[in-house]
């Protein structure tokens, strides 16, 4: 199935709530469809991008070209071994639904990443993480469409160059591939990963580490502190948390000895919380015109009613001034600024 519609308003197609349009927006739900859309002139000679939920996407402009978004969303168990499960499911799944359908089978692994927006084909993207697990944990390969050669691929996992809320789909694949399908290797015996925050007491006091505890608990810690983007336009964190090296760690304790410090990927760097950064400039809460910061988490921006893209973007770069003016340290976005 194609549905092909122009000039469309893409506010309920982003999380931040952005009123924009799109001059072509091409929803397909069989991965068999996308050499039939690419061969169309407008389409493959033409701007193109991949639209998931919209949840980590801020749009600056209308969007002059073709938005493609898948929309198939079936999830099929492809095999098990009694040990493990492997896992197809379509991009256009709602990712909270596929973990709501994995805790469901009794299938470990994807239980820590529930309520994140967005839909299944964008998971690689970012290589999402949440509460100490990253997608990379679970994704056994990615199944694309490749525009340059006109195939179908399937890419393991370990060959996805993924990091820190990074991934190949960021750098030499993108503008390049659509995510038609992300297989996932899933266990059938408990793991439970709760050595994050208050994820074990919260775990404790619902009765113990299932799955669907642990689920309800990385709920409800999500809700009491994040902004619902059906009641206030957010795109989740619009930072990265910044990776610096050790000797610029070991300055700024000296000066700042409360602030947090996490480990890093890699030897010689630790990972700073942007949020704190943010906070300690004075912007929690704060707001620019129509444009705000999460009264809660500092890292989040909202749209506070009507905001353009830019006035997001403008907001964004003055916090990011500060906080370079302040540590010293270089905020990058998270989000994809379009
Ligand atoms: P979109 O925003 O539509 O797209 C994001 C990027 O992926 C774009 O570059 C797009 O072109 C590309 N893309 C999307 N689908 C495909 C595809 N099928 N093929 C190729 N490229 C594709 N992120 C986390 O990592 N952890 C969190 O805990 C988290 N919490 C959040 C909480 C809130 C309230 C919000 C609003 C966001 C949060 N996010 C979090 C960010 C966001 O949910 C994720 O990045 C999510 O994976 C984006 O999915 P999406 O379908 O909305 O992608
Ligand atoms: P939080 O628990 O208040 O923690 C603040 C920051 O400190 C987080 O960004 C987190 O980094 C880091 N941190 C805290 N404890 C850590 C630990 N034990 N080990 C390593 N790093 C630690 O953050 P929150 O805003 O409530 O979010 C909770 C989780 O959901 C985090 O994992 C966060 O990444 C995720 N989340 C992501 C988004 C997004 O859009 N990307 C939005 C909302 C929530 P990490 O971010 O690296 O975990």
Known sequence: MINEYKDVSLRALNTLGIEVRCERLVEFSDAGDLPKIFMRPEIAGGRWAVLGGGSNILFTGDFCGTLLRPVGHAIDIVADDG??????????????????????????GAENLSHIPGTVGAAPVQNIGAYGVEAKDIIHSVEMYDAVTGKMVTLPGGHCDFGYR??????????????????????????????YGDLRAYVEELGGATLANIRTAVVAIRRSKLPEPSETGNAGSFF????????????????????????????????????????????????????????????????????????????????????????GVELEPEVNVW
Not at 303 to 312: D, S
Request: aromatic share 10%; net charge positive.
């Open 83 to 108: 040990t493990e499960a492997t896992v197809r499911a379509e991009a256009g799944a709602v990712w909270d639904d596929f973990v709501a359908w994995t805790v469901e089978r009794g299938l470990w």
């Open 166 to 195: 990074d991934s190949v789909f960021k750098r030499l694949l993108k503008g390049r591939v659509v995510i038609t399908a992300v297989f996932f290797t899933l266990g059938r015996a408990a793991r439970p990963q709760l050595d």
């Open 240 to 327: 990265k948390n910044p990776t610096v090296s050790a000797a610029t760690v070991e300055g700024l304790l000296a000066a700042y000895p409360d602030m947090p410090v996490y480990p890093a990927a890699d030897d010689g760097f630790r990972k700073l919380a942007a949020g704190w950064l943010i906070d300690r400039c004075g912007w929690k809460g704060r707001s620019l015109g129509r444009a705000g910061v999460h009264a809660r988490q500092a890292l989040v921006l909202v749209n506070l009613g009507g905001a353009t893209g830019g006035e997001i973007l403008t907001l964004a770069g003055q916090i990011a001034a500060d906080v370079r003016a302040k540590f």
